[in-house]
């Protein structure tokens, strides 16, 4: 498996396996899930906080790839940003279903990579870049933006959750967001 | 460029992240919808933004055996077929009802002949025999289980060979095991083909032999006979499906003791809290790696044993996997040929919070080196 800088899977293969997965090539599919079922699991646990219930959501998330390989287009996007989209979207549609879980947030994830051991994950290093990303920012930036994108908060429900008027919100999300673009695209950060 | 561009330039972010009202976000869907590139080109923008959010989910992984459960539900949903038309599904759901009410008229010909048959003279009509089914016994399950009940205090060698003799003995019987399901099979679908086939032959001379007005019989109840047949068949493809799982691992289990470069090490209690448990970890680099544990103690709700492949070189500890568990306290891992094994030194057992870590929190309960 060929690799970027960053640790991440290259993007060139990713369009031939579409190509193979809309003619209907299992192994394709196979050899893409063994790719991206890691970070994919990793945000849909985050979500629903179920095992099962992520495996499931796991298994959706890229047989919707199998069954409409085609609302995918390579060229409008990485193929991982539109695996976590679906993934996302299906978690929190899945967790709105069920009862509301406990809220957690990224700043509760001990960092492993100072440890003895390591784990399995090839894009981890890229991950704790975003992670870091997000530790940089202002705490209240941090907490609206991972409210909204893994709790699925809207405006309201963050302005009644972390009790300040919906446009103060807003603002955070949109700063925060800002922020974070910033930081990845300058690579200014200072892994802790 | 309209006014709407400007009005909505910073708010694609919170548009991707669904956290707009409603009635902002229908504005900003249409004016996507009218074409705007510019917005186009800032929503894709914000779409990737956004989606990298996701890579700062705390680190996990599926359960052990996520991939082949994968792989089952891949078969099981094959063709990967372009998404159906209602149209298409109609013809098919009519189809399948005229399939239907034709073997029931073709079993109604064949009662109603019968019937003139014997009034005529005394030779009974033909009947369609359809064979009991068989019973597929699986051996492949008991042996098995006996490879798992592994005895340390015996000699390597000795339990070397055992273990490859029980291992041939059980790809043998999954192959027969195979081949009996694949001939139910065969034999399941040439009853359903003849059956149709009858169906459409009777159809089509009822039809023909039938004067109009007696040609519109109240529509029957699908035949029971049939949808028997059609379970059946469905069994024995999922026994198949079964055993077909069952024989690619034995075969890597295999590979792993046949491989020249097979290396073995015993893993000892080290911490009080392990009280007789043992392991054996049989490895090849090239093959995989094969761990047999037993005397593991239960462990309290939410917590699970976790194998650690302890390397030299960078990560120096890796993950080898989750152990399942029995009622006796046997455990086994088996996993493929990963790059991890290439410089493995020796392994090491912890307990976990349950579905695992990447990096080992929990006690180290056995350990053995290379």
């Keep these: 498996m060929r690799v970027d800088s960053t640790g991440l899977p290259a993007v060139a293969p990713d369009r031939n396996l579409v190509e193979r997965i809309a003619a209907g090539d299992e192994s394709a599919l196979l050899a893409l899930y063994r790719l991206y079922a890691n970070p994919a699991y990793s945000l849909i646990y985050r979500i629903v906080r179920d095992e099962t219930v992520a495996e499931e959501v796991l298994q959706d998330t890229f047989f919707r790839l199998w069954c409409l390989p085609h609302s995918y287009d390579p060229d409008k996007g990485a193929l991982l940003s539109w695996l976590f989209t679906v993934a996302r979207n299906l978690a929190l549609d899945r967790r709105r279903k069920e009862s509301r879980r406990p809220l957690a947030f990224v700043s509760e994830f001990r960092d492993a990579r100072n440890g003895e051991f390591a784990g399995p994950d090839a894009g981890l290093e890229k991950r704790y870049t975003v992670i870091e990303a997000l530790r940089q920012l202002p705490k209240e930036q941090r907490i609206a933006l991972e409210l909204a994108y893994f709790e699925g908060l809207t405006h309201t429900e963050l302005a009644d959750r972390l009790r300040e008027p919906v446009g103060t919100v807003k603002t955070r999300i949109r700063l925060g967001m800002q922020k974070l673009k910033a930081l990845l695209k300058d690579c200014r950060l200072v892994i802790l | ?370």
């Design chain 2, 1 to 370: 460029m309209t006014t709407d561009c400007g009005r909505f330039a910073d708010d694609w972010a919170l548009f991707v992240l669904g956290s707009l009202e409603p009635e902002l976000c229908r504005q900003m869907q249409s004016h996507l919808s009218a074409g705007c590139a510019l917005c186009e080109a800032r929503y894709r923008e914000s779409l990737n933004d956004v989606s990298r959010l996701g890579e700062a989910a705390p680190p996990r992984v599926p359960a052990i055996g996520h991939e082949e459960r994968f792989a089952a539900r891949l078969l099981a949903v094959k063709p990967a077929a372009p998404p159906i038309r209602r149209r298409e599904i109609v013809g098919w759901i009519a189809a399948a009802a005229a399939l239907t009410v034709a073997v029931w008229l073709a079993f109604e010909r064949r009662d109603l002949e019968r019937r003139l048959a014997q009034a005529a003279s005394a030779k009974p009509a033909e009947r369609i025999v359809v064979a009991p089914p068989q019973v597929i016994e699986r051996p492949v399950e008991r042996v098995v289980e006996k490879t798992r009940t592994i005895d340390l205090s015996a000699s390597q060698l000795a339990e070397e060979s055992r273990r490859r003799r029980e291992a041939e003995i059980a790809k043998d019987a999954a192959s027969r095991d195979l081949t009996i399901a694949q001939a139910r099979v065969s034999e399941l679908e040439r009853a359903l083909e003849e059956a149709a086939r009858r169906a459409q032959t009777a159809s089509r001379s009822t039809s023909a032999a039938s004067p109009p007005e007696a040609a519109a019989p109240a529509v029957p109840a699908p035949d029971p006979r049939l949808a028997s047949l059609n379970a059946e068949l469905e069994r024995a493809r999922a026994e198949m499906a079964r055993q077909t799982t069952q024989i690619v691992e034995l075969r890597r289990v295999l590979r792993i003791l046949e491989s020249n470069s097979v290396r073995l090490v015993d893993l000892r209690a080290v911490d009080p809290r392990a009280g007789r448990a043992k392991a054996r970890v049989l490895f090849s680099p090239s093959q995989g790696l094969l761990l047999l544990a037993h005397g593991l103690p239960a462990l309290p709700a939410g917590k699970c044993y976790q194998l650690w492949i302890i390397r030299k070189g960078s990560p120096a500890i890796a993950s080898g996997g989750l152990l399942k568990l029995d009622v006796d306290g046997h455990g086994v891992v088996s996993t493929s040929a990963d790059a991890t094994l290439a410089n493995a030194t020796g392994f090491a057992i912890t307990d976990e919070p349950a579905g695992g870590s990447m990096a080992a929190q929990g006690r180290k309960l056995l350990f053995g080196a290379y």
